[in-house]
């Protein structure tokens, strides 16, 4: 019987996921769900508890993988800010963000274009409000560890840094690129920030 469970809530699963994709979170309802799944609609909240748990669930793997992403470079266990004078740590981030992009593109789609009216429409912001204190408190353990280095940077300027990182993705998703092209564009991208951040910080 749980096997049984279990494949309910993958399918109500994938068939969310391609509503959501289709129509966004607003236009998409658990009625219509239900149909596709095959279940009555009663059935499905005995998986999810409303429709915005439903597509938090189907969006999950993305929070994640953006999450780690975060708490990677500049959380509590943050990278060595030296580590931004390496070839190494140009193509980690380039490798990163292709394997972000290639994994996880249409959940990112969804979540950044499809999720108007979920308790997740402003996840760019929120995101970007909390990695820029996030970074600025890397800074302050950094500047510990290396005195000489400029962390008097306008909260703004870290702002924007995030907000990039989110444009290009947007605009990515909104274009067919081919693999290779998008490797180009993405080392040229992150060689820029991470010259730019290096002017910056003065390392």
């Known amino acids: 019987m749980q096997i049984l469970k279990d494949n309910i809530r993958s399918r109500i699963l994938d068939v969310a996921k391609q509503q959501f994709e289709l129509k966004g979170y607003s236009k998409t309802s658990m009625r219509e769900i239900a149909v596709d799944v095959g279940v009555g609609v009663g059935n499905i909240y005995n998986y999810f508890k409303s429709k915005d748990e439903l597509f938090h669930e189907v969006v999950r793997p993305v929070l994640y993988a953006l999450e780690m992403l975060l708490q990677e470079h500049h959380g509590i266990q943050g990278e060595d800010i030296m580590m931004m004078r390496s070839e190494e740590y140009l193509e980690t981030c380039i490798n990163e963000y292709i394997s972000l992009y290639d994994t996880h593109h249409r959940l990112m789609k969804i979540l950044l274009f499809r999720a108007q009216g979920s308790s997740l429409e402003c ?3 929120n995101y970007t409000d909390r990695s820029t204190e996030l970074v600025k408190v890397w800074f ?3 500047q510990r560890k290396y005195p000489m280095i400029n962390i008097a940077i306008p909260d703004f300027i870290i702002h924007l840094h995030t907000v990039w990182m989110f444009t290009m993705f947007e605009e990515l998703l909104r274009h067919s690129i081919a693999k290779q092209e998008m490797k180009a564009i993405l080392h040229n ?3 820029f ?3 730019g951040w290096r002017a910056i910080i003065r390392i």
Request: aromatic content about 16%.
């Open 189 to 191: 991208y992150i060689l």
């Open 140 to 142: 302050t353990v950094m």
């Open 123 to 125: 996840f760019r912001e």
């Open 193 to 195: 920030e991470i010259q």
